[in-house]
C-alpha cells in the first residue's frame, strides 16, 4: 500500500515523468516508493555506510544497473558534485541533518539546489506542539521527550524538525520557487509507541550512570504500559503533522541593458 504522503506527491506529479530521480536522504520507505515508480535511473543517499549496505541487500532485485545507493554526507561538495535529477525527494531528511551535520539545516536546500532539475519534493514532521489536547498526546508527548531525553543521555543529537514556515522561508531563500504546501495530522498507533521506546532504551547500556540507566528502563516499562492501556481505552487521536512541499528552481533573469536606447 501506498503511503498517504506518497500518493499525495504522486497526485501533484500528475502524468509528468519521473526521469531521474534523487532520494536525498533515503530509507526503506521512501526506496520501497522509488522502486515502484516508472524512473529512468534513481540515486539514493545515506549518511550512513550501515544503511546503504544493508539497502543494497533488502532491493537488491528491484536495483536496476543504472540505479546506486550512495552513502555520504551533504556537507561534503564533492558528493554527487556535477550530477543533476529531474525530481529530489528529501523525505524527513531535514529533520535528521541534526544527526549527521549539526547546525546543517540552514544550508541544506542550497546544497540541493543545483541537483535539482525540475522538481524538489520535500517531507517534514512539524515540532509536536508544547501541550496536549487529550490523554492520548499526553502519553505520546511523554514518550518523545523521554526519548529525546535517553539519546541525549546516550552521548546522541535527537532529531530536530522543523514547521513548514521555516521550510517555506529557506527554500525561498535557496533559489526556489514554492509551488504546493500541504499539512497531513497524524494518526500515531501502537508501533509508534513500541518503536520510539525501544529506540529510547537502546541508548541505556551507554550510559555510565547504572542506577540511572535502570531508573529510565523502569520509567520506560511503565509508559509502554500506560500508552498501550490508553490507546485500547480511546483509540489514536490526531497528533502532530507532517508537512510536504513542491518546490522548482526559480529561473535565473540576468540584467538586460539596451544599448544605445536612451
Ligand atoms: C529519517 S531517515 C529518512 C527516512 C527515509 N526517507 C525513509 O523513508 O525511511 C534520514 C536519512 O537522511 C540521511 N541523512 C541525514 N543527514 C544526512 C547528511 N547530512 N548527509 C547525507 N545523508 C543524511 C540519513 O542517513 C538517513 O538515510
Known sequence: ????????????????EW?????????????????????RSWTAVTGEAAVAERLTTE????????????????????LLYGDRFD??????????????????QDRLFTRLRPLVGSSLYAIG????????????????????????????????????EYPADWVLRSLEGSGFVVEEVEKFPIRYGTRFVQEQLNAAGSVLPRL??????????????????????????????????????LARPKIQHDHAYIQGDT
Not at 500500500?1 to 509528468?16: N, Q
Open 59 to 78: 532491493f537488491e532485485k528491484q536495483i536496476r544497473p543504472r540505479d546506486r545507493i550512495v552513502s555520504g554526507n551533504w556537507t561534503d561538495p564533492a
Open 19 to 39: 526521469g531521474t530521480l534523487l532520494d536525498a536522504g533515503t530509507g526503506q520507505k521512501s526506496l520501497d516508493w522509488i522502486t515502484s515508480l516508472d524512473t
Open 125 to 160: 514532521l512539524a515540532p509536536y506542539p508544547q501541550n496536549a489536547e487529550n490523554p492520548w498526546a499526553e502519553v505520546l508527548l511523554e514518550i518523545v521527550r523521554l526519548r529525546d531525553a535517553c539519546i541525549l543521555l546516550g552521548g546522541r543529537r535527537p532529531y530536530r
Open 87 to 104: 525530481v529530489v525527494l528529501a523525505d524527513y531528511l531535514l529533520g535528521a541533518i541534526a544527526g549527521f551535520a549539526p547546525y546543517f
Open 208 to 245: 555510565a550512570d547504572r542506577a540511572l540507566a535502570q531508573q529510565l528502563e523502569y520509567a520506560i516499562a511503565e509508559l509502554r504500559d500506560r500508552a498501550l492501556s490508553c490507546h485500547a481505552a480511546m483509540g489514536s487521536q490526531p497528533f502532530g503533522e507532517d508537512w510536504i512541499v
Open 1 to 16: 500500500m501506498t503511503d498517504t504522503l506518497f500518493s499525495y506527491i504522486e497526485r501533484l506529479h500528475g502524468g509528468a
